[in-house]
């Protein structure tokens, strides 16, 4: 089955999917083990929110939307791992990384999101669904703000909402990933 949400056929038959590869090694599967996992991968300056120009991104700290991010996945019966750099490349193997385990992506690569190929080649590795977060609505920003490196690369983007933004993502892997 093809789906609007996901560029490879790979996801969508399980293969390369960690269930699949814990039922070709014949393993039993934990609670835990059988949720669905999604990596959140924040940019840049991210780290500063609540201190960085509130009337763009809101008075909500990285832990406080962190927490958030982590309490809407458990309602949904899924785990999110939180990870934040300042620097391309971290951000690069942490794509990396999210190519096994993991069954979703969402990613705010901030000042990344407009000059980073070396994202964009990342995420174009990844068989599974990649969300595009954005706090802000950045096509009511520069001009500089309006182009994403990836924004034809990801199955689906949120921006303008706020932290409220990243609560929708989750619920939409929710949606995308239900077994
Ligand atoms: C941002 C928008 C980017 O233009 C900016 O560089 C950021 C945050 C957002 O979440 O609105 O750091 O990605």
């Known amino acids: 089955m093809r ?13 390369g999917s960690r269930d699949h590869k814990r039922m070709l090694l014949g393993g039993k599967m934990s609670e835990n083990e059988k949720k ?30 962190d927490k958030e991010i982590e309490k809407t996945a458990q309602e949904c019966g899924m785990i ?8 391309e490349g971290e951000l690069v193997e942490k ?30 590795m990844l068989e599974i669904p990649v969300i595009e977060v954005h706090l ?7 001009p500089f703000r309006h182009k994403s490196m990836i924004a034809d ?3 689906a983007r949120v921006a303008g909402f706020g932290k ?4 929708m993502a989750v619920r939409a892997v929710a949606n995308m ?3």
Do not use: C, W
């Open 3 to 15: 789906s609007i949400f996901n560029r490879g056929e790979a996801y969508f038959t399980g293969v």
């Open 80 to 87: 999110a791992e939180t990870f934040q750099s300042n620097h």
């Open 136 to 142: 802000s609505n950045i096509y009511r920003r520069e």
């Open 153 to 155: 690369v990801v199955a």
């Open 95 to 124: 794509i990396h990384q999210a190519m096994d385990g993991y069954d979703a992506v969402i990613i705010n690569p901030a000042a990344y999101t407009h000059t980073s190929v070396a994202i964009r080649d990342a995420i174009l």
């Open 164 to 167: 409220e933004g990243y609560v």
């Open 177 to 179: 990933t239900a077994k």
């Open 36 to 65: 669905s996992k999604i990596l959140v991968i924040h940019g840049p300056n991210l780290n500063m929110l609540g201190r960085r120009e509130a009337s763009f991104y809101g008075s909500s700290t990285l832990e406080e939307i």
